[in-house]
């Protein structure tokens, strides 16, 4: 598999003198295309921290992010982040996070046209993603209209919409029952294997841990040393 994301030696603090505290201590990582993994541990173990790092959304204070092989950090942004997030990457997170005044379809099909593609290009990408997800039936409905599962799918799609090499997914199924938020997990699962993206989902669900490639733990600002990619330790 090629690299999709390799992250070097990211810090960050919060705060100065003597009520500074490390979020991030010298975190580095590797994210292969078409996998899917799991970053685990507790609150406070700077797994959010990382996640707008690696998704440009909160510089570090210093270190290295390359993505699909262009360096777009490195101690200072050398891109637009903005532009970069809209073309590369895509979000998932604990809430859908769906503009309640459009439709399912107009949710997908928002970041698509916000990037200048024409409506009936992006019309008939948000169809092809709505019914892969086997919300058909569904298109026309406003978020209100949609259940929390189904409402997550559409998330999931409007991720995908402008085929990104990237998907970072915050508690995605915290608000979620098991039954569907393991659905959602192996959505995302399946997101990686078929269209090669890389995935990176933050949880605190641990029922769901076979779904992942990868399972990696983080511990004060640290990532746990893995032994045959599993976590050194789930307590």
């Known amino acids: 598999m090629k690299e999709a994301l390799i992250a070097e030696n990211l810090c960050k603090h919060y705060g100065k003198g003597n009520t500074s505290v490390v ?7 590797t994210l292969r295309a078409g996998e899917v993994v799991a970053l685990l541990g507790p609150s406070g173990a700077g797994k959010s921290t990382l996640l707008t790092a690696l998704g440009l959304i909160r510089a570090p204070d210093s270190g ?5 092989g262009q360096t777009v950090f490195e101690n200072g942004y050398r891109t637009d982040p903005a532009l970069f997030r809209r073309k590369h990457l895509g ?3 604990q809430r859908a996070n769906l503009l309640p005044f459009l439709t399912a379809e107009e949710n997908v099909r928002l970041p698509m046209e916000l990037d200048g593609i024409g409506a009936r290009a992006s ?11 086997g919300l058909a039936n569904r ?5 209100s209209e949609l259940s929390g599962g189904q409402q997550q799918r559409v998330a999931i799609a409007r991720a995908l919409a402008n085929r990104p090499e990237l998907i970072f997914a915050d508690e995605p199924t915290a608000a ?3 039954a569907l938020g393991r659905l959602v997990m192996e959505m995302l699962r399946d997101v990686a294997h078929e269209h090669q993206a890389a995935v990176l989902v933050v949880t605190h669900d641990t029922r769901a841990l076979d779904v992942f490639d990868r399972v990696l733990k983080m511990e004060d600002g640290r990532i746990c040393k893995t032994e045959n990619d599993r976590p050194c330790s789930l307590s």
């Not at 979020?23 to 990582?29: E, G």
């Not at 290295?64 to 699909?68: A, D, E, L």
Request: glycine share 2%; no cysteine; hydrophobic share 55%.
């Open 139 to 143: 298109r026309d409905n406003l978020p």
């Open 23 to 29: 979020a991030l201590d010298s975190v580095s990582l």
């Open 64 to 68: 290295r992010i390359v993505i699909g």
């Open 91 to 93: 979000f998932v997170f």
């Open 123 to 133: 019309a008939a990408r948000a169809r092809e993603l709505i019914e892969s997800f």
């Open 176 to 178: 979620l029952d098991s």
